[in-house]
């Protein structure tokens, strides 16, 4: 047969270990499962081709490349294949073997199997985690390839991952020791690093909850709050109660003068921001992955927990990045005794260069503990963060590079913007949306162009992993991880930029769902204030003045602005009945101008939120969205205010309980995740045109 090639390279195998693939040698437009085998001699191997010619030999390195695309053009893999990873290979210097085997054109386990086989040696595709020595250089294996050393048997043996290009080496030096076969076997990365991962789960777990709290105990939320801070708390509770029993009426225009200078200082930001908006520079698009080369590894995180239903979506959404799968680390990170996730990740094709995470059962249960588990063994310089009901533009991360390339050395954190699907679901998922809208596409671009500390989203960062790492990583006790996060990297000197490419997700539809979901975020703002005001004066000193200012007006603004809402209905209310009751002249101006601030303050919150969500708005999102819910904008804030006080009373109580926020599997992926079945150009949620790069 012309047009393909039948491939085995297992004909040694047992018959139910063989799979023949037949691989078109003509095209690389399709691409396979990876059961991709032929025998192969060895003179084959030795990188001479089958008419006998000899490569020709310019360098060490070229003389490596030509001879490991000999070694798999004699395996059978059509020459337009072998061509095409060459290619790659140099692109993105790695080599043919690793873009074979990216591109599933090689399946690992049978190809490391076969290599096993034509070395003499014995293959295992299981490591017992007690078998692993463990070293303080054990964890590298979870960022390379390399031996590992295990004890089985009462003696040492070493797992080593051989390649094509060492193959003759690999046979010259068995030949000359041939007493080294009794201590080496073969096995294949995914095997060693899913060992080395077991084999120190329990102390690498206690390193990284505990590790922020020991080197930086100061910016670590373990602690709910200081001696001292509980003093100067307690102190303030005490001075405004007394002073409301004793000196009711001067008591209340101080605390109605205080909330209104922050209800006022956050409404001007936003003002601000609103108004900045219609100043912005438009961007160039991003450019092609086939137009760059030098790209470096970049570490996909999605955190999941419980979200057996969202599987099939999310692999699929992954999938659908536009990045050299050879140089693409995605681990997908799961609680260990999280077995129905589990068991639907491994029901879906999960491609070499993916990988589950188990976070073992140790330490509060957070998503920042997960996330800086998993960062253990991140291979690449680049990482990014996503949920589990995201579906991140496919151009995403090669923006976000573009961006970390061409920006000044202090850019350590990019931020992309998240846009609603379910929009016109409810009122609560509507308005939501426009809170959304408001935040990531006009807010935070107009904190990035002024250089301001911004309080991160949970999801789509991208990270200069030098950066996270000097800054500590995640806090595991911080339920608010992105806010903590985003001020510990602007403290620390670095800053945060935007991307154009946006992240679709769905917001939640209930009460309930909405209100558990905002007494976490309410919760982990307290936490991050509470922190960073552990010391004020360092604290002013990292951020500056401006900082300073934008960081109370963010964090401390939003706190008071939940709790507070109601109490500016009660000071109006109260004003009226004084007015209604008074003869005008017994009013002072102060009261008269407090209420009329008043009156200000919550027209203005309101008509700002809307404003900002529909400036930041598609075409296609003004449409989708029900116009009469944005009279129901107090009622959304009053259960602000709900959430707020039901998060204090979780800071006292139950501080670092992360209250999970679930999502159901969009209606066009059940059946999907019935079957069981890995699928591929499925959207999963309703579009949002202008937003999305393919409307």
Known sequence: MRGSTTIDLLPCCNSHLCTRVMAPSKSTDRRFSGKAQTHVSAKDAAGTDHAGSTLVRVNKKDRNANAEAEFFLSCGIGKPHVNAASEAAQRNATTIEKELIAEGLIDPELYYSWLARELGLSYINHIDPDEVIRLQSTDVLLHRDGPLQLSRAGSHVTAMVPQARDLADHRARLAEMPSLRNTLVVASPATIRKAVWQAGANDRVRKITFELDQDQRDVSARRVMTGLQGFFMSLAVYVVATGLMLWPIPALVVLHVGLTIVFSGGILLRVCALVASGFKTARPPPAEPAEVSGLPVYTVLVALHDEADMVPAIVSRISALRWPRSLLDIKYVCEADDEATIRALKRQYLAPNSEIVRTP?????????????????????????????????????????????????????????????????????????????????????????TRMPIPLGGTSNHFKRAALEAVGGWDPHNVTEDADLGLRLYAHGYRTGTLRSATVETAPTTLDVWTRQRTRWVKGWAQTWLVTMRKPMQTFHALGLKGFAVFQLMIAGMLVSALAHPLMFLFIGLTLAWLGGSSAASVSPLHSALMWIDLFNIGGSYLTFIAMGWRGFTGHERCRVKARWMFLTPAYWFMMSIAGWRALGQLASNTHLWEKTPHAAAPEWAAFKEAGESVKNTQGMERVKGIEPSS
Do not use: M
């Open 361 to 449: 059962y140790f330490g509060p249960r957070t998503k920042p503990k997960a996330l800086q588990y998993a960062l253990q063994g991140a291979r690449g310089s680049l990482v990014a963060v996503y949920d589990a009901e995201d579906k991140p533009a496919p151009g995403q991360l090669l923006e976000a590079w573009t961006e970390f390339r061409n920006g000044d050395p202090q850019l350590g954190c990019l931020q992309a913007p998240l846009a609603i699907a379910n929009l016109r679901t409810s009122w609560i998922s509507g308005l939501f949306a426009i809170e959304y809208s408001g935040l990531f596409r006009v807010l935070v671009p107009f904190l990035a162009r």
